[in-house]
């Protein structure tokens, strides 16, 4: 359990829905605000993607975030609601996310930096199949994949475009990233593969003209990239708050149960 203090500084930040950008209003009437820079934790309003926004905005600062659900889909957010709000953050649970480094290397010769909270992923830019060749630490483990590209996730990222990949829900504290295929051609039965979290993979694009793709980093796109590599950056530490009893682990967990 985390403790916050009696009467922490509250940030708050919604998305551009009108709900949460209502919900915004009533809370700060309620519980009052200060800016982000004198906060002690910053309460973001919306959905699974302001979450990611908001923790991309904030990532240098270290303040931990505590979501509530004002948007579609709210994996990454608590459930919305205006009571007890000082003693639910007060009492919440910790989750330490470290993100992904993504050096992409276009055509041109030119590095393109990014972090990711959820995947790097690769995706082919036309009608062609991407061809991919596949490192990790340096050594060549896939000459050639065929596909419509491939991601390489987080804990976090798990349940994210990496589950609608058919990837693997990875638990928090499993000290692993998903390396995993995106209807793969050849070879056709290949799944994919489980990484230690210190892994640096790197993915060469075969064929760079005649099949061109792009690398993303969340929602940082490169496109023409010539390779890639991705590793933790486990200097880099972010920080969300969940309800007591509704940690991100949890949920991880639960999802692998879910219909």
């Not at 989750?95 to 041109?108: F, G, K, Q």
């Not at 799944?191 to 640096?200: E, F, I, N, V, Y």
């Not at 933790?232 to 009893?245: C, I, N, P, T």
């Amino acid at each position: 359990m985390a403790s916050h203090g009696a009467n922490p500084r509250l940030a708050f930040t919604a998305s551009d829905r009108i709900e949460a950008i209502e919900a915004r209003a009533r809370l700060e009437a309620r519980y009052g605000c200060v800016e982000e820079d004198s906060a002690d934790v910053i309460v973001a309003l919306g959905g699974d993607g302001f979450m990611l926004e908001t923790l991309h905005r904030t990532l240098k600062t270290g303040r931990p975030i505590y979501g509530m659900n004002r948007g579609s889909v709210g994996f990454l957010m608590n459930d919305y609601n205006e009571e007890d709000l000082v003693r639910r953050i007060a009492t919440a649970e910790r989750a330490v996310i470290h993100p992904l480094a993504m050096t992409a290397v276009d055509r041109t010769r030119t590095n393109h930096r990014a972090l990711a909270i959820n995947e790097v992923s690769l995706l082919r830019q036309t009608r062609q199949t991407a061809k991919l060749r596949v490192a990790i630490d340096g050594k060549v483990r896939m000459e050639e994949l065929v596909c419509d590209g491939a991601l390489l996730c987080t804990p976090a990222g798990s349940t994210a475009y990496n589950l609608s990949a058919h990837g693997p829900i990875i638990p928090l504290t499993a000290q692993a990233l998903a390396l995993t295929p995106i209807s793969a051609f050849r070879p056709r039965r290949w799944r994919g593969a489980l990484l230690p979290h210190t892994a640096r993979v790197t993915f060469e694009v075969l064929e760079v003209d005649k099949r061109p793709v792009s690398a993303v980093a969340d929602n940082f796109e490169v496109r023409n990239v010539a390779e890639v590599h991705v590793a933790e950056a486990r200097d880099v530490s972010l920080v969300m708050l969940f309800d007591a009893g509704r940690s991100l682990e949890e949920r991880v967990l639960a999802e692998q149960f879910s219909a």
